[in-house]
């Protein structure tokens, strides 16, 4: 599978920069190009043709919302996130009806831009895997697929729904139990993010734990389903 392209859309200089430099450190992907406005995203959108935007919504020119409209409208080949400190429902709303794939609040953990990559390229490899569409294929798409109405897939404690049965299944395969690393290794997390999750379980009693005791150090926290899966 080649390297997913990215335009970074950006008016902060700094931002932008530092985005830019983070997704070339994610595995599959390389930045295509930076923009600081809406008039240079939509000229590099055409002529670069990326398959993901990250676009901010506050931009010196027009909105983020206004862009994305016009890539909608010329029908550019591209998924859009919009990474914003925007907390206005109505724009929350506009953004997935112009079918954003997903949306990031300013400021956040890098870790929550990894995880939308990770989960982008794993929607990416499902879709160039189809050889005959059928509804599974399409159901396989719509659970990695981030673009939901806001709170959708949402548990409590900001906990998504997807990205949970991605934990849980992981530990499932053989009953054994894992660290966070090996969880976040096999559902193509984040370790923060695994280790969010499995406490999340823990709390629910739907997993159980095991120190191991080491002959240096804190002693390192292990997990599997209850019952061995």
Known sequence: MKKLRVLVVDDDFMIARMHGKFIEQQEGYLV???AHNCEQALSLARELQPDL???????PDRSGIEALRALRGERVPCDVVLITA???????????????????????DLDLLKDAL?????????LR????????????????????PAGAGQTQKGIDARTLELVRHSLAQDGAFRTAE???????????TARAYLDYLFEKGQIEELLHYGTVGRPQRQFRLKGGG
Request: glycine content about 6%.
């Open 32 to 34: 295509a190009g930076i």
């Open 53 to 59: 935007v990250l676009l901010d919504v506050y931009l």
């Open 86 to 108: 925007a907390r206005e429902v109505g724009i929350i709303e506009d953004a997935f009806r112009l079918g954003i794939f997903d949306y990031l609040i300013k400021p956040f």
């Open 118 to 126: 990770v989960q982008y390229r794993q929607f990416k490899s499902h």
């Open 129 to 148: 895997q189809a050889v005959q569409p059928d509804q599974r294929f399409v159901a396989g798409l719509r659970q990695l697929r981030a673009a939901q």
């Open 182 to 192: 090996q969880v976040a290794l096999a559902a193509g997390v984040s370790r923060s």
